[in-house]
Antibody, heavy 119, light 110 residues
Framework: QVQMQESGPGLVKSSETLSLTCIVS????????WAWIRQPPGKGLEWIGH???????NYNPSLKSRVTISFDTSKTQFSLRVSSVTAADSAMYYC?????????????WGQGTLVTVSS | QSVLAQPPSVSEAPRQRVAIFCSGS????????VNWYQQFPGKAPKLLVY???LLPSGVSDRFSGSKSGTSASLAISGLQSEDEAEYYC???????????FGGGTKLTVL
């Protein structure tokens, strides 16, 4: 049973870079997409981007110019970087796993980490 | 503004049946399976229905899903107070090469 856990600073200053890590344990990285999804307070879910086991990534066009997702060398964790943050980037950030084909369902989620952007 | 459209809220009495609808387009719902997620306050979303109408292990058969064209629905029968939660539809979007979600529907069991 895969487990996922986000970590990173809960407070980021406006115009700086938000950096989060998702530690993956108990499962293989193959055959899956590894995604970041965020949820502003009181609002819905927004896909930020994802990476596959070959380190191919894709990003939401609305964030693409500011986002980078990467694996660490051991591929037991993957990271999110969002540059030039503003208050609009304040949200709960989740990492999640999806099947590459078929339903592309998110069957495993981290517990989430709340990030607040301060001025 | 979410890509998939859901009603913000629905409500129904205990033991009754309720349906939550999700509307999209040919690039998402019309060409890809729909998944539904259940989220309680302060918790991460949990997969509730996948591939339009399949239930993950451990999910009650009071939940069911269906899809027709560019719309999908989640039905919950025999409503219980514990079903009060936010429900999100989600699917792959061929234009984005990524996922889109509905804005969420808050279910209140009266």
């Amino acid at each position: 049973q895969v487990q996922m856990q986000e970590s990173g600073p809960g407070l980021v200053k406006s115009s700086e870079t938000l950096s989060l890590t998702c530690i993956v344990s108990g499962g293989s990285i193959s055959k899956y997409y590894w995604a970041w999804i965020r949820q502003p307070p009181g609002k819905g879910l927004e896909w930020i981007g994802h990476i596959d086991h070959s380190a191919n990534s894709n990003y939401n066009p609305s964030l693409k110019s500011r986002v980078t997702i990467s694996f660490d060398t051991s591929k037991t964790q993957f990271s999110l970087r969002v540059s030039s943050v503003t208050a609009a980037d304040s949200a709960m950030y989740y990492c999640a796993r999806s099947y590459v084909s078929g339903s592309r369902r998110f069957d495993s989620w981290g517990q989430g980490t709340l990030v607040t952007v301060s001025s | 503004q979410s890509v998939l459209a859901q009603p913000p809220s629905v409500s129904e009495a205990p033991r009754q049946r309720v349906a939550i609808f999700c509307s999209g387009s040919s690039s998402n719902i019309g060409n890809n399976p729909v998944n539904w997620y259940q989220q309680f306050p302060g918790k991460a979303p949990k997969l509730l229905v996948y591939y339009d109408n399949l239930l993950p292990s451990g999910v009650s058969d009071r939940f069911s899903g269906s899809k027709s064209g560019t719309s999908a629905s989640l039905a919950i029968s025999g409503l219980q107070s514990e079903d009060e939660a936010e429900y999100y539809c989600g699917t792959w979007d061929d234009s984005l090469n990524g996922w889109v979600f509905g804005g969420g529907t808050k279910l209140t069991v009266l």
